[in-house]
């Protein structure tokens, strides 16, 4: 008996990863239309930096050439978020710097405030995506969802490819 998955001619895993990245913008979209954080909600964003469309200073390319965290708490201005990417400013040791992040960069999202987190995964196969970058290193084979066990809000989503 074959007990083998087919595969599948519905792009499921990045359907699913689309939403998840919307959630993102959502969020930002929020904190950029009410003009700041509210309570003690703030955020690590995690992008790769070679990805298409990000616009970052050479500096930082330089110090990060594979991929960045950036923290949106206490010092960030010009939060500005449409359907594709968002840009904010920052300070990278004191002096200030514009970034343009596509929401098809990011790798991670947490908020520690509420202990939620989401990871993402890179497309992995730049024939059918041209805006594709580097695979990240939590990607594989087989499609697995987790929860914390501590009970927190944690979700991690990883999709995996039969080769």
């Known amino acids: 008996m074959n007990t083998a998955v087919p595969d599948s001619l519905i792009p499921y895993d ?25 309570g003690s909600h703030h955020f690590y964003i995690t992008f790769k930096t070679q990805a298409p469309g990000v616009d970052i200073p050479d500096r930082l390319m330089e110090r990060f050439p594979d991929e960045m965290t950036i923290v949106l708490q206490h010092r960030f201005w ?35 405030a509420v202990n939620f987190e989401l990871r993402f995964q890179v497309n992995d196969d730049p024939e059918n995506d041209p805006d594709s970058y ?3 290193e939590n ?25």
């Open 14 to 38: 990045e359907i699913v990863q689309e939403a998840l990245r919307a959630v993102v913008g959502r969020v930002l979209g929020q904190v950029a239309t009410t003009g700041g954080l509210p």
């Open 78 to 112: 010009d939060l500005k978020v449409d359907a594709e990417r968002f840009s904010v400013g920052l300070s990278f040791n004191q002096v200030p710097a514009m970034l343009v992040i596509p929401f098809a960069a990011i790798t991670g999202f947490h908020d520690p």
């Open 134 to 136: 580097e695979e990240a």
């Open 139 to 163: 990607d594989g084979e087989g499609a697995v969802v987790t929860q914390a066990e501590d009970g927190s809000n944690v979700v991690s989503v990883d999709f995996k490819r039969k080769k």
